[in-house]
């Protein structure tokens, strides 16, 4: 966790020195998509659970197409506590509030679990949004890159997505 919080320090610092800098705070709808598969016999599950989010995030205009933003989200999904560290490059249409946004994601499981099961989840996500004066809408998704179980026996991962409001400073 203290690995974690280094590095979205030092990506905050490092890309301000040279950046125009927006803070915004977010909240919305999330879920998570839950995939098991049983290594022996190839059997199949998902379950899909929902929840809401609640973050902060910091962007780095870069030019006026590009920007940087990362985030920090507090999120429950079915009583169960993440937290989330998005970290994306958005590219803005010239011209209109509209951009696509694409990156990877840290996901900590904020909560005693099995120790078949890792704290860490890695995902790359992709989305789009929409920003409006101060305002700003978007839907995100992530999938997780790592095995969420450490077993041998089956794969499980947890796939995560929001859509959310957000506000800027």
């Known amino acids: 966790m203290k690995k974690f919080l280094f590095f979205a320090a030092f990506l905050v610092v490092g890309l301000s020195a040279k950046a125009q800098v927006k803070l915004s705070a977010t909240g919305g709808f999330a879920y998570g998509l839950s995939s098991i598969e049983t290594t022996y016999d190839n059997n199949e599950a998902t379950a899909f659970d929902s929840g809401f989010y609640v973050g902060g995030a910091v962007q780095f205009k870069i030019n006026d197409v590009v920007r940087i933003k990362t985030g920090l989200n507090y999120v429950n999904i079915d009583e169960a506590n993440f937290i989330q560290l998005p970290a994306v490059a958005q590219f803005y249409i010239a ?13 900590y499981t904020a909560e005693e679990i ?6 860490i989840n890695i995902g790359l996500g992709g989305g789009a949004g929409y920003e409006f004066g101060r305002f700003y809408v978007e839907a995100r998704s992530a999938f997780q890159l790592n095995h969420y179980y450490k077993g041998d026996e089956l794969t499980s991962k947890v796939h995560f997505g929001a859509i959310g409001l957000g506000y800027n400073f």
């Open 95 to 107: 011209g209109s509030g509209f951009y696509f946004q694409a990156g990877p994601q840290l996901t």
């Open 114 to 119: 099995s120790p078949e099961y890792t704290h």
